[in-house]
């Protein structure tokens, strides 16, 4: 069962432990939407029916019209928690800061990651599973994944002084934002992904690459990917993704 919630209060990784221990998929909304919007999302996705592995549940951005709502298991994301916690060099003391929201598919993927130990999370002016309501950027800070609008504005608000490293995705990273984080000392990865696909292509600074594990081909100006962070599908209206002998 699809639960939907929305929220980003100091108690959501709680929540979302609830209730994914239960077995039911959570589905973060997002405050911005329209309440007509999110109503009817809430009761598509309340008589879905699911994949038996159905984990997760996120919206796309909605850039083409209302939000889709994406499904896919634990293991889609779980595949690639070892990469991105080796390029956001997350140790145990590793906080990642989360300037988008919660219903975000890169933020609720940093959520689902810290649920499985990876960095702890801070979105916005709330550390999750810390000390509640403070400075977004405070002094613990020691990672960043949000999008290139978000990382211009800590550069200009002043890095926090544990910050190392910044994965970058949702849009186009430009080289000259690039250099002025790492002129501050960052480590920056930017990525190409979709709320569908998750990870599918890394740069690291010399040019995209497939993401580890991930294939990629450009049949016709398409790109597909063999990827194992393909997700399940959507609810509802079909959408862009489509799957043809394993690749997608």
Do not use: K, N, Q
Not at 123 to 133: C, F, K, M, R, V
Not at 217 to 233: L, M, T
């Amino acid at each position: 069962m699809i639960v939907p919630i929305v929220g980003d209060g100091p108690d959501l990784l709680d929540t979302l432990r609830d209730i994914r221990e239960a077995g039911d998929v959570p589905l973060v909304g997002d405050r911005r939407l329209p309440a007509a919007h999110w109503s009817a999302l809430a009761a598509l996705a309340a008589e879905a029916e699911l994949p038996d592995d159905a984990a997760w549940a996120t919206l796309t951005s909605g850039s083409s019209g209302t939000p889709r709502i994406v499904v896919r298991s634990a293991a889609s994301w779980e595949r690639s928690f070892g990469v991105v916690a080796a390029l956001l060099d997350a140790g145990e003391d590793a906080v990642v800061s989360l300037p988008a929201p919660p219903s975000a598919s890169l933020t609720l993927f940093s959520l689902a990651h810290a649920l499985a130990g990876g960095p702890r999370p801070r979105l916005e002016g709330l550390t999750i599973g810390g000390s509640g309501i403070d400075d977004p950027m405070a002094s613990d800070v020691t990672c960043f994944h949000g999008t290139p609008p978000a990382l211009r504005a800590v550069l200009d608000a002043g890095p926090p002084p544990r910050l190392r490293t910044a994965l970058v995705g949702g849009s186009h990273l430009d080289a000259a934002l690039r250099r002025r984080a790492e002129a501050a000392g960052l480590r920056v990865t930017a990525y190409y992904g979709a709320a569908e696909l998750s990870f599918v292509a890394l740069d690291t600074g010399e040019g995209l690459t497939p993401f580890p594990g991930v294939d990629v081909e450009v049949r016709d100006g398409v790109i597909w990917v063999r990827s194992p962070f393909v997700a399940s599908g959507y609810i509802g209206a079909a959408g862009p993704l489509r799957s043809e002998d394993g690749w997608s």
